[in-house]
C-alpha cells in the first residue's frame, strides 16, 4: 500500500512559478513510476507529466517548456515545478504512483488546488 500526499498548490499570478511536491510512503520509492495529472473544474483529469525510475520523464504539450517534473529518491518525493503559468493551468492537480517499474498497482494523492489570476 503506497500512500501520497501533495503539497504545493495555492494561488499566483499569471507568470508567476509554484512547485508542487508528493511524498510517498509505503512500498519501494524508487520503483514507482511517479506522474503529475491535473483536472480543471467540469474537465476529465489529464496527465501532466511522468518521471520514469530511470528517470526518463515525459510531457503534456500544453506545459512542456515550462514544467519540470523530478524526483528524489532519498526523500521518497516527486516535484512539479511550474513555471510562466497561465490562467488554463488552474486545476487540481493530483499526484500518481505505479509501483514496481509501472506494471504494478497504482495509487492516488488526493489532489492540491493551483490556481492562476489573469
Known amino acids: 500500500q503506497v500512500q501520497l500526499v501533495e503539497s504545493g498548490g495555492g494561488l499566483v499570478q499569471a507568470g508567476g512559478s509554484l512547485r508542487l511536491s508528493c511524498t510517498a510512503s509505503?512500498?519501494?520509492?524508487?520503483?514507482?513510476?511517479m506522474s503529475w495529472y491535473r483536472q480543471a473544474p467540469g474537465k476529465q483529469r489529464d496527465l501532466v507529466a511522468t518521471?520514469?525510475?530511470?528517470?526518463?520523464?515525459n510531457y503534456a504539450d500544453s506545459v512542456r517548456g515550462r514544467f519540470t517534473i523530478s524526483r528524489d529518491n532519498a526523500k521518497n518525493t516527486v516535484y512539479l515545478q511550474m513555471n510562466s503559468l497561465k490562467p488554463e493551468d488552474t486545476a487540481v492537480y493530483y499526484c500518481?504512483?505505479?509501483?514496481?517499474?509501472?506494471?504494478?498497482?497504482?495509487?492516488w494523492g488526493k489532489g492540491t488546488l493551483v490556481t492562476v489570476s489573469s
Open positions: 500518481n504512483a505505479r509501483t514496481n517499474n509501472g506494471r504494478g498497482a497504482e495509487y
Open positions: 509505503g512500498g519501494l520509492f524508487s520503483l514507482n513510476v
Open positions: 518521471i520514469t525510475t530511470g528517470t526518463l520523464t
